[in-house]
């Protein structure tokens, strides 16, 4: 089972689902899973593979939940010695209700997937990001409602070119397919084009919480996202979904031009994925 399961949870991955996985390093004794059988999670509750069924199963698909929910979910993991006998009192691991006397020991770990960044504007500023992405290793797509704009001679490592209207790119997602992307950039020469992609996201993300994963930033003002925020609630858009949304983007160190600007939004977005507090100094030295 291997093979597929490690076949699943890189295709989860794409689609932008983080995958908790779970695997038998040793087992000795009378042990349903043997060594390198695998079960993984998705934050969605898919299930993929096996570590043997029964009780074992049980408790670990257990903790593979518990581990996907935790806040700093996906930064290490730990190992875990089962003993499948329900009197395995004071001997060296987790007992399980379970008469096969076996001992089992496994791996669990959470798997993020890798920041794919979608840059809705492919000007100077989306340019800028998209430059920065490539040296951390990040994937981006650009849209652009003009042609050259979202091109491959422009961006030729972007995993996607979208050029059409916004309406039309709202029109063919929702917010599972927008999971494959972890943030979602609104960049745009003009305000109503960023105006139609927002209210579009924001209403896919309102009809569907459950499946949402991407994290919005808009460039502007405080202005412009006031007013911004008034004409979305009159459409219907809740509070809540628009304290969600990151605006003016990028850490507060005075960025005007576009490569100042990029530093400053991929900057934000690493200390969100490290969860890391950008206000607080790291610096230990004396």
């Not at 949870?9 to 040793?26: D, F, N, Q, Y």
């Not at 397919?177 to 305000?191: E, T, V």
């Not at 911004?228 to 858009?237: N, P, Q, R, T, V």
Request: glycine share 10%; with cysteine.
């Amino acid at each position: 089972m291997t093979h597929p399961v490690l076949e699943w949870t890189t295709a989860k991955l794409a689609s932008g689902r983080k995958v908790a996985m779970a695997t038998v390093l040793t087992a000795s004794g009378s042990v349903p899973g043997k060594p390198g059988a695998r079960i993984a999670l998705t934050d969605l509750g898919e299930v993929c593979g096996t570590v043997g069924g029964a009780g074992l199963e049980m408790k670990v698909s257990e903790k593979l939940g518990n581990l996907l929910q935790e806040k700093n979910g996906g930064h290490g993991g730990f190992v875990e010695t089962f003993q499948l006998y329900k009197d395995a009192k004071g001997q060296a691991g987790t007992p399980l209700d379970s008469l096969c006397g076996g001992r089992a020991t496994l791996s669990f770990e959470v798997i993020q997937p890798m920041p794919h960044i979608l840059l809705c504007g492919g000007g100077h500023c989306g340019k800028a990001i998209a430059d920065a992405c490539e040296l951390l290793d990040w994937k981006h797509s650009v849209f652009d409602v003009r042609e050259e704009f979202a091109s491959k001679e422009l961006y030729p490592e972007a995993e996607e070119w979208n050029n059409c209207s916004a309406s039309e790119f709202i029109e063919n997602e929702d917010a599972t397919s927008l999971a494959r992307f972890s943030d979602i950039l609104l960049l745009g020469h003009q305000w109503s084009v960023d105006e139609e992609l927002l209210k579009g996201m924001l209403s896919a993300q309102q009809l569907s919480p459950e499946n949402w994963r991407s994290r919005i930033g808009v460039i502007g003002s405080k202005s412009k996202w006031d007013a911004f925020s008034k004409s979305a609630l009159e459409d219907g858009i809740e509070q809540k979904y628009l304290d969600e949304v990151d605006c003016p983007i990028g850490l507060n160190v005075g960025a005007e031009t576009p490569a100042e600007i990029a530093i400053a939004v991929v900057g934000k977005l690493l200390a969100r994925i490290k969860s890391q507090d950008p206000e607080e100094s790291s610096w230990r030295g004396h």
